[in-house]
């Protein structure tokens, strides 16, 4: 079975210029989730879909981040313009409805550096 | 509030010793997750193993053992006889259930666990 599937893998950017992050999570999965990860912060949710509904957004540093869901099988994360504080990388991960081995599984990620 | 809490920053093994990783968490729900992930240098998250907050077996998974325990709101990671590929950061997380599906993890600092052979 196909994990969670993240496009691209590697993106080298310069300052200004608009990103758009990839995932496609696990099917049959309910739950959709944005984190990043840096030296300095650790692992953090920056936002998660619920049934293609975004629940918790409280991570989204700021207006220039957004994301959408638009079906179950399909999630972008887009940032414009991008700044170098945005180079991380970002995580999406996909997990089933609760009775269902209960656990979010992760992709591998999408390095991003920002110059 | 959700926390977690990853005292060790760093632990260096020789190869064939046993490590415990700590993990210590806080939260206010009665029902919630608990979950071991593990970070190779490669950079994926690769899952572990899951807990519920009703389930205070231990378990062991090959040279892998966990501890659970609310008394003390832990819930520690011990590898035994380790190899030089266990070698990666070990992340702790807490999740709660949010209606019909888990919500966000929290996650420890991490613990950047080398084993040398």
């Known amino acids: 079975d196909a994990g969670v599937i993240q496009s691209p893998r590697h993106e080298v950017t310069e300052m200004g210029q608009e990103v758009t992050l990839r995932c496609k999570p696990i099917?049959?999965?309910?739950?959709l989730f944005w984190y990043r990860q840096t030296m300095m912060r650790g692992l953090e949710l920056l936002i998660y879909?619920?049934?293609?509904?975004?629940?918790?957004d409280s991570g989204m540093p700021e207006d220039r981040f957004s994301a959408k869901m638009p079906n179950a099988s399909f999630s972008t994360l887009k940032i414009q313009p991008s700044e170098p504080r945005d180079s991380a990388v970002y995580f999406c991960?996909?997990?089933?409805?609760?009775?269902?081995?209960?656990?979010?599984?992760f992709g591998p990620g999408t390095r991003l550096l920002v110059l | 509030a959700q926390k977690v809490t990853q005292a060790q920053t760093e632990i260096s093994v020789v190869e064939k010793e046993d490590v415990t990783l700590d993990c210590v968490y806080e939260?206010?729900?009665?029902?919630?997750?608990l979950f071991w992930y593990k970070q190779p240098p490669s950079g994926e998250l690769v899952f572990l193993i899951r807990?519920?907050?009703?389930?205070?077996q231990n378990e062991i998974s090959g040279r892998y053992s966990w501890n659970f325990q609310k008394s003390t709101s832990s819930f520690n990671f011990t590898i035994t006889a380790s190899q030089v590929v266990d070698s990666a950061v070990y992340f702790c997380a807490l999740s709660e259930a949010r209606g019909s599906t888990l919500g966000r993890l929290y996650f420890g600092r991490g613990t950047q666990l080398t084993v040398w052979p």
């Open positions: 807990r519920n907050s009703f389930d205070e």
């Open positions: 939260t206010r729900d009665t029902t919630y997750y």
């Open positions: 879909f619920n049934n293609n509904v975004p629940i918790d």
């Open positions: 991960a996909s997990s089933p409805p609760l009775g269902r081995q209960e656990t979010q599984y």
């Open positions: 099917s049959g999965h309910n739950s």
